[in-house]
């Protein structure tokens, strides 16, 4: 399956910066209920858990009671207290192929998504995609996501 690059545009200084981003939408649902919600998030091949903003689970009906908490530490130092459940991950692209649906962890944001850029609501990493999936990165052209193979699995 293959997914653009989205132009994204934000305002540092009060400039407008446009650039090429690796930013998809990729499903999240509760497991055993069909709602899904399509967040849009950096494939972030470098962070080690996927990170969705928290009022996504909320709207999904998880039970944060249920989570296990924990505080991941970014790049800077900065440090992002999650709630860690289990949820089932669909990716699908525009050309009507099968979707590939997995069952991973997630982590929820305990406060908000930071606001660097309001229309990003998630990042997707090792654990919720590259575990799952094979990513190939053909900047700018697209991103391109398959199914793992049995010979891929370890």
């Known amino acids: 399956m293959d997914f653009d690059y989205t132009l994204v545009t934000d305002?540092?200084?009060?400039?407008?910066?446009?650039?090429?981003?690796?930013?998809?939408?990729?499903?999240?649902?509760?497991?055993?209920?069909?709602?899904?919600?399509?967040?849009?998030?950096?494939?972030?091949?470098?962070?080690?858990?996927?990170?969705?903003?928290?009022?996504i689970g909320e709207e999904l009906g998880f039970d944060f009671k249920k989570a296990k908490e924990t505080t991941l530490t970014g790049f800077g130092g900065g440090k992002v207290p999650v709630l860690i459940l289990e949820a089932?991950?669909?990716?699908?692209?525009?050309?009507?192929?099968?979707p590939i649906v997995y069952r991973d962890l997630i982590g929820f944001t305990k406060q908000s998504f930071t606001q660097t850029h309001p229309q990003q609501t998630a990042i997707f990493g090792t654990i919720?995609?590259?575990?799952?999936?094979?990513?190939?990165?053909?900047?700018?052209?697209?991103?391109?996501i398959d199914r793992l193979t049995v010979k891929d699995i370890r």
């Open 128 to 144: 919720g995609l590259f575990r799952n999936v094979e990513v190939n990165f053909r900047y700018h052209s697209n991103i391109h």
């Open 88 to 98: 089932e991950y669909e990716i699908a692209d525009k050309t009507g192929k099968k």
């Open 11 to 55: 305002w540092p200084g009060h400039q407008p910066r446009q650039r090429y981003l690796p930013w998809i939408n990729i499903g999240i649902r509760n497991p055993g209920n069909s709602e899904t919600i399509y967040p849009l998030g950096l494939v972030d091949s470098g962070a080690e858990l996927t990170i969705v903003d928290r009022e």
